[in-house]
């Protein structure tokens, strides 16, 4: 092979951790939501491997406290839009795990009655716009959710400050539609928050190997005048305190930023990936940062040697089992919820029933010989 | 000879233009280690070297523009976009440039370019990942659009695409990707792009299909009474097309059927139908039928299976043709 597989990326991350401490509930309620997530993307990779999910199915674990650390520095009706590993985001922001399971069950009780999937998690009233499948192109997106937020308050007089979060992967660096949208936001000085989730893989393809300068991604935003910041993806804590400060100041000023997570995936890129790009050591490297066990040992240590302690390991147990059952409840809802029928086909293409859409009146009939 | 899949007979087409041909550059994410999202570039750089099966970022426009940039300095590039969906974002290279050069430049310039795409539904993915819109660049003058579904025409459609001196967008059915293996020669060999195929014989009704959808109309056909003959045109070049083969059949049995996944409204179903009632007129015993996908965007796989043409839907198109 004329290729070697790359090394793990250096992941050295500025310390500037410098806003609110994260509070024990917080703390508590980040590890349920990320152990959550994580309990949701092992029972769907055994639906995926049982056939009950089709297509294509890209898991979140080993991301976790990116979409948790960051979604809980949101307000409410602050707008999210992500790519299309996108169930983390979706169970972040609170759509319910029935509704996201059977949305990939292709279910009609899915949170898009099934027409979405995997790739397309879309929950309005939680303020998530999606689930985009195409990479990169997600991120103009996030600036118009911006842009109206901005307009609607300065010239609709309506709402409050608000700012929209746009997550992508180092993939979509490669894409130029980025680019369009960082320089739109400075013109326009829109508060829209790039979220690079960085794994360090666009698909099988290092970071190194994918992206210029890959060590300063902060400089391609700096370049259009938007701040760019580089954290440490893996510890929710730390990515919290230094995330909120980033919020709370675009918010304000109503600017866009764009931080650089240093994150990590397990599992391969989709479901059918053979991981051919990396080695089984690398994956377990990470797996000893892991970001749940980190954060439960955090809570966990007794506050006289550094830690919060706020959780038994009894505490832990209990809400690992709650979780689990809640899990499987919502593989049993996907499971039992009905089928779409083929009358869905023709519905949700347009406001009003087009001529021509519906299979039953014309197209399985055909051409009828009016002298029959 | 060699029994190949359709991902084997492309893979070797490949190997024997990278082999024999300096100037044959393949460009695409992920087509070195991986072997591309569906395994199809697979030990093609560890073989020919990563210079010559460029792994890129993702970046469709900037794949299909160095692609482009490499045609116009008269090399042979051979760019893998990952699905039909994701050409959105490299459109305007190929339709405002590729497809447009020789005209532009009065010859001067040329773009000896293939665009390998995975194409249509029965995968089980979603929109964007299941898509057919061979109509949309057919449309584009200045482009070649190719959709074989066998592995013996893969690869020889494939080595004329590749040695064409102008774009052609190579269309490969997901569906029949791995669904089975055929004997194909290992040495090279060329078919005609432009030149339909005709599967099977029959003086009753033609059948024109292409892509995945030959198989369901192999099927529907089988279910037909004994004394029912169909003729079942594999139309492998979507543009330009082979409108001689489909007169000629039209014109022996007066009867037709277009079937393929697209959406129907402007579909290549409409084209080909407008143009054998300009040439078969007279010829005609029944109004040209279509049997298509819908005018929706393409579903998830729940009713994935309702949208495309199954046997039983090209069969009823079949018998209301018939009876008319």
């Known amino acids: 092979m004329s290729q070697t597989i790359s090394e793990p990326t250096e992941r050295a991350v500025q310390d500037q951790s410098n806003g609110p401490r994260m509070s024990d509930d917080q703390a508590l309620e980040a590890l349920r939501t990320m152990q959550l997530i994580r309990e949701f993307e092992s029972r769907t990779m055994q639906a995926y491997q049982r056939a009950k999910i089709g297509g294509f199915c890209h898991i979140y674990t080993g991301q976790e406290a990116c979409a948790v650390g960051t979604i809980m520095s949101l307000e409410k009706t602050d707008p999210v839009v992500t790519a299309y590993r996108d169930h983390g985001h979706a169970l972040a922001r609170g759509m319910h795990p029935s509704a996201c399971m059977a949305e990939m069950f292709g279910k009609l009780a899915g949170c898009a009655k099934g027409k979405g999937g995997s790739m397309h998690m879309f929950d309005r009233p939680n303020h998530l716009y999606g689930g985009h499948g195409i990479v990169g192109a997600q991120t103009p997106l996030g600036l118009g959710l911006a842009f109206a937020c901005r307009y609607q308050l300065d010239v609709m007089g309506s709402g409050e400050k608000r700012v929209a979060l746009?997550?992508?992967?180092?993939?979509?660096?490669?894409?130029?539609?980025?680019?369009?949208?960082?320089?739109?936001?400075?013109?326009?000085?829109?508060?829209?928050?790039?979220?690079?989730?960085?794994?360090?893989?666009?698909?099988?393809?290092?970071?190194?190997?994918?992206?210029?300068?890959?060590?300063?991604?902060?400089?391609?935003?700096?370049?259009?005048?938007?701040?760019?910041?580089?954290?440490?993806?893996?510890?929710?804590?730390?990515?919290y305190e230094q995330f909120r400060p980033v919020v709370d100041d675009c918010r304000e000023r109503q600017v866009p930023a764009f931080v650089d997570l240093k994150t990590y995936r397990y599992q391969g890129h989709s479901m059918s990936d053979p991981q051919k790009y990396r080695t089984k050591d690398e994956v377990e490297q990470y797996k000893e940062k892991d970001s749940i066990a980190r954060l439960a040992s955090q809570l966990m240590t007794p506050k006289d040697d550094g830690g919060r302690g706020i959780l038994s390991e009894d505490d832990w147990s209990a809400m690992q089992k709650e979780i689990k059952d809640l899990v499987k409840e919502a593989m049993d809802f996907a499971e039992e919820a009905e089928a779409p029928g083929e009358s869905e086909l023709t519905t949700d293409v347009y406001a009003n029933p087009q001529p021509n859409l519906s299979p039953q009146s014309v197209y399985g009939h055909g051409v009828k010989n009016p002298l029959l | 000879?060699?029994?190949?899949?359709?991902?084997?007979?492309?893979?070797?087409?490949?190997?024997?233009?990278?082999?024999?041909?300096?100037?044959?550059?393949?460009?695409?994410?992920?087509?070195?280690?991986?072997?591309?999202?569906?395994?199809?570039?697979?030990?093609?750089?560890?073989?020919?070297?990563?210079?010559?099966?460029?792994?890129?970022?993702?970046?469709?426009?900037?794949?299909?523009?160095?692609?482009?940039?490499?045609?116009?300095?008269?090399?042979?590039?051979?760019?893998?976009?990952?699905?039909?969906?994701?050409?959105?974002?490299?459109?305007?290279?190929?339709?405002?440039?590729?497809?447009?050069?020789?005209?532009?430049?009065?010859?001067?310039?040329?773009?000896?370019?293939?665009?390998?795409?995975?194409?249509?539904?029965?995968?089980?993915?979603?929109?964007?990942?299941?898509?057919?819109?061979?109509?949309?660049?057919?449309?584009?003058?200045?482009?070649?659009?190719?959709?074989?579904?066998?592995?013996?025409?893969?690869?020889?459609?494939?080595?004329?695409?590749?040695?064409d001196p102008d774009p052609v967008v190579f269309f490969e059915p997901k569906r029949a990707y791995r669904s089975f293996k055929e004997e194909v020669p290992d040495e090279a060999y060329t078919i005609p792009i432009g030149e339909a195929k005709v599967v099977s014989d029959g003086d009753d009704l033609t059948v024109v299909t292409w892509g995945a959808s030959v198989f369901q109309c192999l099927e529907a056909i089988d279910n037909q009474p004994d004394d029912v003959n169909i003729e079942l045109i594999d139309l492998r070049t979507i543009y330009p097309y082979d409108l001689d083969t489909i007169a000629e059949s039209v014109e022996k049995t007066g009867r037709c059927v277009i079937v393929h996944e697209a959406p129907r409204t402007a579909g290549m179903g409409a084209e080909i139908s407008a143009a054998i009632q300009e040439r078969c007129f007279l010829h005609l015993e029944a109004p040209v039928q279509r049997v298509t996908g819908f005018d929706t965007v393409m579903p998830y796989y729940k009713l994935e299976l309702e949208y495309l043409p199954d046997a039983e839907r090209i069969g009823k198109g079949i018998s209301e043709c018939l009876a008319y």
């Open chain 1, 166 to 239: 746009c997550y992508l992967g180092d993939g979509a660096l490669g894409q130029g539609a980025f680019y369009e949208a960082l320089n739109l936001a400075t013109l326009f000085s829109t508060p829209v928050i790039y979220v690079l989730e960085n794994n360090g893989y666009s698909m099988g393809t290092a970071l190194k190997r994918h992206a210029a300068n890959a060590d300063r991604l902060v400089d391609r935003a700096e370049a259009f005048g938007v701040r760019g910041v580089e954290m440490d993806g893996l510890d929710v804590m730390s990515l």
């Open chain 2, 1 to 163: 000879m060699t029994q190949r899949t359709l991902v084997g007979a492309i893979n070797n087409a490949l190997d024997i233009a990278l082999e024999t041909d300096p100037e044959v550059v393949i460009l695409g994410e992920d087509v070195g280690i991986n072997g591309g999202v569906f395994r199809v570039t697979e030990g093609l750089a560890a073989k020919h070297g990563r210079h010559r099966v460029q792994n890129t970022p993702l970046d469709e426009s900037g794949i299909m523009g160095a692609a482009i940039g490499l045609a116009m300095a008269g090399m042979k590039a051979v760019p893998e976009i990952q699905f039909e969906g994701f050409l959105g974002p490299a459109y305007d290279q190929l339709v405002n440039h590729a497809a447009r050069f020789r005209t532009r430049t009065r010859s001067a310039i040329t773009i000896p370019l293939t665009v390998r795409v995975p194409v249509g539904g029965g995968i089980h993915a979603p929109e964007l990942h299941s898509d057919s819109p061979e109509a949309i660049y057919a449309h584009h003058p200045g482009l070649k659009v190719v959709m074989p579904c066998t592995p013996y025409d893969a690869k020889g459609l494939l080595l004329s695409a590749i040695n």
